[in-house]
């Protein structure tokens, strides 16, 4: 789970950061590029860039829920299965 306590280091938070950053990032850029190639009807471009910038933080949670799904879980796992062979 993920705690905003900075006090702390924290890999999984560090990389909801930094996922999150990215797809923000990406959500910001994305409009920039696709306005060489675009031609907006008024009012459009601002749906856009907050289209995409959701996307984009969308996308970051996406990839952190399947980080934590396939690596946290199945580690958590193997874990608890050593644990009850040592026992």
Known sequence: MI???FSKPSI???IFLAF??????????????????VEWKDGMLV??????IIAGLSIGLLNFWLL???AVSDNKCNLRNRK???S
Request: aromatic residues 22%.
């Open 12 to 14: 999984l938070r560090n």
């Open 68 to 70: 934590n799904k396939i």
């Open 84 to 86: 009850s062979q040592l």
């Open 20 to 37: 999150m950053a990215f797809g923000f990032s990406m959500g910001v850029l994305f409009p920039i590029f696709a306005n060489l190639f």
């Open 47 to 52: 749906w856009f860039v907050i289209s995409c």
């Open 3 to 5: 705690t905003f306590d």
